[in-house]
């Protein structure tokens, strides 16, 4: 009778985390690279999830020197490429699940600190960036289309405004893109269609938000559902970079938003915001078969219940 009512629990536990398991922590992340991170002497400022890391000098990682917990967390292995030498924590710690290369020169600032996780994996962010690019793919966004060499996007009302442009449209050149927002409450999520996008350094983007919008580059997303190859010439990008099938290379152009792809060649530095909430999947809802199982368990565990001796 006991281990009746034992399996009842079982299958109701089974049941609850079915419906919560698919729980977003994305964009808890400033950046999550599934694949290989490629970085200069450069500054990544966030919380950075990566698959593998190779250093091509002594680059800085950071939370803006407050923040705590895992600042860097590299889930494969961490080499050095082309003049390499190793990295700099300037905040938190750094999780790694392979031992370092020998030499490997790390710089710990203000208290921060390194650690081997041999348990740690990038899979669940992998899932989860697949799950958030099936979501914006059923959304539907109003066409942008380019006057001259101008792009004006305007966000209306409060909540996620959607948009859709080609990437050819976006590349064009000595384009000025110009994001007006409104207010605090709204997010822009510009989805760019093709396989390959190239912004040059002739194009430009301006952010423009009201008076104590201190965080309008959080508002600010572009999702590239198609793109295997992202490339940012030598002209700063504003909004997160969602391209979770692509290669990203920055050529000396700063980056101020989250970046979330495969792959990144990082040759500038990384300023990224945390992207609004607004850009996260809704809850997830239980699948059909969890209320069944839901309901198998309930009733289980009521009949095999020990009844009271009378």
Known sequence: MRGSFVLGLVLLCLCLSTS???????????????????????????????GSLESEGMPIFDQNEVGSG?????????TLGSGGTGLTMQSGNFAHQSALPNPFSLDLNNGSTSSTVPSLSISSLASQMTSTANYYNTLTGSSLSVSGNNLNINPTGTGLNVFTISASA????????????????????????????????SEHINVNAPNGDTTPDSQILWDFP??????????????????????????????MGGVYVANFTETAEVHVPTPSSLFNPPAAVPEPTSFVLFAAATVWTGLRRPRREK
């Open 226 to 255: 198609t793109a295997t190859t992202v490339t940012e010439d030598d002209s700063e990008w504003y909004g997160a970079m969602f391209a979770p099938d692509a290669t990203l290379t920055d050529n000396n152009q700063d980056m």
């Open 170 to 201: 976006l590349a064009t050149q000595n384009l000025n893109v110009a994001i007006n927002l409104s207010n605090s409450s709204q997010a822009a999520l510009i989805m760019v269609t093709g396989s390959s996008f190239e912004f040059g350094s």
């Open 70 to 78: 895992n600042t860097l967390s590299v889930a494969g292995a961490v």
């Open 20 to 50: 919560l398991a698919s729980g977003q922590v994305l964009f808890s992340y400033d950046m999550v690279v599934t694949g290989q991170l490629i970085i200069k002497s450069d500054d990544v400022q966030g919380t950075a999830f990566v």
